[in-house]
């Protein structure tokens, strides 16, 4: 199925894998006919669907460099999730996509230094990039990552995180939490004030995603730092429904954010009314 033009038919396919990562985050690996069900690229989303059980949205969370397996992780908030996280391997699903504008991982991004910010469940579309860029190292410069949620018990993907991510050359991780937890021996804090207290240099790409309000505040401080919104990308997949700009509630202004993003560049955001 790779390779299909039509986005729009959904694909039979198979939970062949689910992984806890979180009391209320689930990743679940798909597969169709076998193999994944098509290609896609850092950023981009899929509809996952069940008949009678409802059907959403969601970030790719693997890797286009994993041949073998796509993703997604799930966090349990409302009837679809619900019955996504009472699956069990086996359980088939329709799949389509991919939808939306990619991060610019092969443009962009080539030969600079990125800087990932992420809060809560925030870091499942980011883990993507990370790992494509993880994977072509020789294309990228430094990474750093900046990840932080409410305890250590909500950090998705932490047994990645520590036992891959923090051994790469070039890539320094730093985690936060958001209040003092017993056997928690790192960085107490919120991600936007890390962001600053760390220090980063502004010769470098950001990427954040995570809560709309530590969105606000974490751009905030990277203004302060001294970076341009014309170096700061974000992802905004949740305001997507159809994925291909027919239902309209994802349109704001002249936009549609599942055909002209769900990856915007701040500056671009600009553009757009104010409720956005």
């Known amino acids: 199925m790779t390779g299909r033009n039509e986005t729009l038919i959904p694909a039979i396919a198979e939970i062949t894998d689910i992984r806890a990562e979180t009391p209320d985050v689930k990743t679940f690996a798909v597969l169709a006919d076998g193999k994944k069900p098509f290609d896609h690229k850092p950023g981009q989303c899929a509809m996952l669907s069940v008949p009678g ?21 799930v966090k349990k908030c409302g009837t679809f999730t619900d019955f996504l996280h009472n699956c069990e391997p086996g359980q088939q699903i329709t799949v389509r996509g ?5 991060f610019p991982v092969d443009t962009e991004f080539t030969g600079k230094d990125l800087l990932f910010i992420a809060g809560g469940i925030g870091l499942a579309p980011l883990r993507s990039v990370i790992n494509y860029c993880r994977d072509k190292r020789e294309n990228y410069g430094k990474l750093d990552i900046v990840y932080g949620s409410r ?24 985690l936060t939490i958001d209040r003092e ?3 928690w021996d790192g960085h107490v804090g919120f991600v936007p004030n ?24 974490t751009v905030a401080n990277l203004l302060d730092m001294g970076f341009e919104k014309t170096q700061i990308y974000t992802t905004m997949e949740m305001k ?21 993003g769900p990856v915007f560049r701040f500056d671009e955001l600009d553009k757009l009314p104010d409720e956005y």
């Open 98 to 102: 991919p939808y939306g504008r990619a």
């Open 194 to 217: 890390y962001v600053k207290e760390l220090g980063f240099d502004n010769n470098r790409v950001a990427i954040v995603c995570g809560p709309p309000i530590m969105i606000k505040f």
């Open 53 to 73: 059980a409802g059907e959403a949205m969601f970030s790719i969370t693997s890797s286009p460099t994993d041949k073998e397996i796509m993703e997604f992780s």
């Open 240 to 260: 997507m429904k159809c994925g291909v700009g027919k239902c309209g509630r994802c349109n704001i202004g002249s936009k549609y954010v599942c055909k002209d």
């Open 181 to 183: 937890q017993d056997g």
């Open 151 to 174: 305890s250590k018990n909500d950090l998705v993907f932490y047994k990645e995180i520590t036992r891959q991510w923090s051994g790469d050359k070039d890539v320094n991780v730093y």
